[in-house]
């Protein structure tokens, strides 16, 4: 009884303490009102949505105009328009903290859904093909900028060089931020001029990653300064030392168990399929805010979610649910960026600024300078390792496109306010800004179109391309194997069989642990390739008398299916052959009858013409559709209409090889002369 008196109590008191901070009373009115104006209670979503809707409205006037949108970056406009709204929003008497945009909500709210799109449209086979060079520019090129900045201001303030003394610590605290390249004004620009894939995804993994590696440094000073120069002892610089990959490596590991959550998640959601969104969506997230939670890189955490998750996520989720998270990730993607850089204009005009002309240029030639030199050394080091060299023109570009944006204003926002020289800093970072999207940006199309720089192709690679190049890979999986090196294509191929074997099956539906692929195509082709290993492996002569079957070759596919069942054993893994010696004998003695090898042959061409219409029937259902987002970065340059799923049966006969059987080949060509005469769309 007592228990429950006082629990009573607590939950009264409770219950006052709330009603304290909640309006005592309501006024009453004299009259009854039909309608009332409450602008108090919805002041703060309504301000929001009129927000979204400027910066929406903003940038569809800004494409109307194609001469406008092909000249400025839709950054550069943004900001004009935030400068505008600022103007007269100052002119207008309105407090300055309903246009000024705070660090928290900029850090927990605006920035992941950017980060997340830019890891999860991630081109990943051409981010790991130049993963090496994407490494070097994104933690050495960045370590070499804030130094060589930090180090050359802070040399000039000695000599009284700037109006606002500051110590060593602040000033690489601004160095650190103010060499943040940001991946979304790299995106927008690059997306516009086409470059080819290895410097579009050089500067963008550069930038992507860049942005994770700035803020660890970032929050490496910034401890440096709250404890403060007198107070540090050698303990505090090493573990500031070890933070610096503790923190990136503990990042990224949080994105990978997220990404593994999430994945596994997905493959049991076929009862309830509407949930699939809100888990891609929400779970990322969380791993965001645990990286934030922890103090670690909560930047490189829903990238590597992001980047993980995509595969498996994809094949847990039906096509419609996958079009959905692809257009939902973009929009809130785009709304963030739209916001963020108009709030960038506004507070041109809200924060408080401490013009200092000196230090802001040399601020400006700092940044342009140390990061020319960082990119040239590097790509002299690179290109003694590189298959693929970087240019001077790509060189000119890597040092032309460190653009400077979201991540170095937010940053210059949440630095500490007992830092004398805040408002300097964040003079010369916006300065930095300005320069960088208006200057660089407007002009680097025209450049790259002066110096002629290599453009990726707007047509995407045949079927036939693409299978040539999955050959290509295995080859050289082959050769690094058979050469005894562990390369690129040795480790493509161990984690390729890796997750053929326990990730898909792990965190995907309906996928069974397999050692090899059993598709029809491709066994077919192994049958074919048999018959010349093993005249090499047995010395056994091609010219041995084989009675012919009575079964003429005209007959089709029949001929075929028996080949195909009689070795169909050899390919069976439940299947062990008494005695493999006979049965190779028995093989190839069968082989060396034209009629049997022709019919495998028919029986492959079969199997591909009916591959074809599939892929076909799937291009249409495509373009019905009308999916303007692609799969990831690299394939939006591509036309649309053309993808790896299309192929015209005229590029088979082109691309047959000569030393290609002459039945295939024939039939291929025979298949092509019937193309040309019927319609475009029709296939065989």
Known sequence: MSIAIASEREVKGNWRDFYEIAPQVEEAPGRFQVISFNWEEVQKPYTIAIWLLLAGIAKMVFHISKRVADTFPDSSLLIVVGLILGVLLKLSNVNDSIFNLEANVFFLYLLPPIIFDAGYFMPNRALFENFGSILVFAVIGTIWNCLAIGSSLYGLGLLNVFSIKFSIFEIFLFSALISAVDPVAVIAVFEEIHVNETLFITVFGEALFNDGITVVLYQMFRKFVLIGKDKLIPIDYFSGGISFFVIGLGGTAIGLFYAFIVSFITKYTDKVKILNPIFIFLIPYMAYLTGEMFGL???????????????????????????????????????????????????????????????????????????????????????????????????FILCYGGLRGAIAFGLVVSMPNNIHAKSMFTTACIAVIYFTVFLQGITIRPLATYLNIEREAEEGPTMIQSVYMRYFDYTMAGVEDIAGQKGYN????????????????????????????????????????????????????????????????????????????????????????????????????????????????????QLLDRKLRELKKDQSTMDENGDDIKEDYMAEFIKPGTSVSTIDLTDVGKLAPRSMSNPLRDSIRRRRRIARSQSMGNYI
């Open 490 to 605: 040795s480790i493509r191929d161990a984690f390729e069989r890796l997750n053929a074997t326990i990730f898909r099956p792990l965190l995907m539906r309906n996928q069974k642990p397999h050692q090899f692929d059993a598709s029809k195509i491709i066994r077919a082709y192994t049958k074919i390739t048999l018959k010349e290993a093993m005249e090499m492996a047995c010395d056994i002569k091609p010219n041995i008398n084989v009675p012919r079957k009575s079964k003429s070759v005209s007959d089709g596919l029949g001929v075929a299916s028996s080949a195909y069942n009689n070795f169909e054993y050899l390919f069976d893994e439940k299947s062990e052959p008494n005695d493999p010696t006979n049965l190779r004998i028995e093989l190839a003695k069968y082989m060396t009858s034209n009629e049997n090898t022709e019919a495998l042959y028919r029986m492959f061409s």
């Open 297 to 395: 890189s909560s930047i490189l955490a829903i990238v590597a979610c992001g980047m993980a998750m995509k595969q498996y996520v994809k094949g847990n989720i039906t096509a419609t649910a996958a079009t959905s998270v692809k257009y939902f990730t973009k929009m809130l993607a785009q709304i963030c960026e739209t916001v963020i850089f108009m709030f960038l204009g506004l507070s041109t005009i809200s924060s408080k600024h401490h013009w200092d002309l000196p230090f802001i240029v040399l601020t400006i030639i700092f940044c342009l300078v140390y990061r020319s030199i960082g990119v040239i050394v590097q790509c002299a080091i690179l290109n003694r390792f590189r298959k693929q060299s970087f240019t001077r023109v790509d060189q």
